[in-house]
């Protein structure tokens, strides 16, 4: 197994790390009072299918109140007792309130089997804020098991959600890219009518969140998620460096892989 820094706070000092603790994909969370959180895809899958097969586990203050009712967008708005994206937050309150957005904590991300080669897992590591490892629930809450951002899901593919939020904007546009073959309006259109809908579904989110959370924590992980898909445009990447349809190593400095596969040469930088 190998591990790499996606921070862009180095990691100085020596990690140790036994492997075989992180088995499973998805995000885990080393405090530096000693507590260690597991949020693998398979325990998330689990507790959120537990909440929404059994409303009796959800407190009644969340199953009478209309704010947790789900978004006026949805195509379930008339059969769903809450949204079906908020209980992912829910088995993690109780640690992560505690915690706010700013306070540091060590992030170790294992990716999905398609996205690591058959020979090797590669370990992402990084020291990082509480806001930004918590961008793996806000992104996974908003296009995994929203109703309306699972339309989105598959560009999202082969994100490492401890990344900075523009390098995800851009790896997002590249999928977009490709998956259209390059076609531009039909871009267009799709980054706009998501920018949309997920403009909608994180504002309700959001509003849910504030009733439930006394830190800052998930709340800034879930503006960070926002702004990374209201950026997704062609409009709005030069803004932010990033040249959508040429290539060059300026800033990379040679660090990037160049997918060859990709209709628009992207220059996609992975550490």
Known sequence: MHHSTTSAEAVRAPIQLEFEKFSQPGLYLVFDDGLFLTLTRDFIDGMTRSYLEDPSLLPLSVRTNPDYAPCSICPQKDTALICHAIPTVF?????????????????????????????????????????????????????????????????????????????IVERVYANIYRDLGGDLPAINALT????????????????????????????????????????????????????????????????????????????????
């Open 192 to 271: 706009a009518r998501m920018r949309d809908q997920l403009d909608d579904t994180v504002r309700c989110q959001m509003a849910r969140l504030r009733l439930i959370c006394r830190s800052d924590a998930f709340l800034n992980a879930f503006v960070n998620t926002h702004i990374i898909t209201q950026f997704v445009s062609l409009e709005k990447l030069p803004a932010i460096g990033v040249a959508p349809t040429e290539h060059s190593h300026d800033k990379c400095q040679g660090r990037c892989r160049l997918s060859q596969a990709s209709a628009s040469n992207r220059c996609r930088t992975t550490s």
């Open 91 to 167: 088995p993690f309150l109780d640690n992560l309130d505690r915690f706010l957005a700013h306070d540091r904590v060590l992030a170790i991300f294992r990716p999905e089997a398609t996205q690591a080669s058959e020979d090797e897992v590669v370990l992402h590591v990084s020291r990082t804020s509480v806001q930004r490892a918590l961008q793996h629930i806000s992104i996974l809450s908003l296009t995994h098991y929203c109703e309306v951002g699972l339309a989105y899901s598959k560009h999202f593919a082969g994100i490492v959600p401890l990344m900075d939020p523009f390098a």
